[in-house]
């Protein structure tokens, strides 16, 4: 993991309730999400090394009936191969699953490259040709995003987000400047209100 995934994460896991609701509206009420705790990859010791290491986040919401459901995000620098993705997303998965935390969804995020927006994908395990399993996952491609989309956005996260994405009618500094007058504003109004 670099630097910038984690600080990434550690933005997302700050406004996880805002991030889920940019990446599927309506998922956190759905879910009845009363509380989150953040699994630490320490908790995770009888995991083999690489697989914790390369672990994104790991989220158990608490729900209104009183159960436990499993997010887990994974914030890629770079889209690279699909499959090996893939691969560490099905690995992830089973491991989770075996364990009696399923997730009930999954989510790749992409910094740079990658499908611009969200795009619902799904992991096929097949063998000898036949398909075994299939795992919806949701990809999200930042980079080529309509920044300014972001930017309207009434959430704090997607106005940082927005500053990672394409703007269409600003130069890329008039556009990182509006970013943060509007993440500024919102932390003085945060700041005041307390």
Known sequence: ??????VFEDMVRTFFGDFLELVEPGLVARLGA???????RDELAHWPEEERRDLGLLAEILTCHGEWRTIL????AE????ARLE????GWYLRLAVEDRQPVRVIAVHLRGGEPGLSRRWIVDEVDGEELLRIPYLAFGL???RAEDFLAKPQPLAW???????PTRRSRAAHTR???RRIAGWAAGELTAR
Request: glycine share 2%.
């Open 143 to 145: 980079e080529e995003c």
């Open 34 to 40: 009363e509380a989150v705790i953040f699994r630490h």
């Open 73 to 76: 995000v994974q914030v890629e």
């Open 178 to 180: 509006a970013c943060l």
């Open 1 to 6: 993991m670099t630097r910038y995934t984690q």
């Open 160 to 166: 940082a987000l927005a500053s990672l994405m394409r």
């Open 87 to 90: 691969e560490k997303l099905l």
């Open 79 to 82: 889209a690279g191969d699909p």
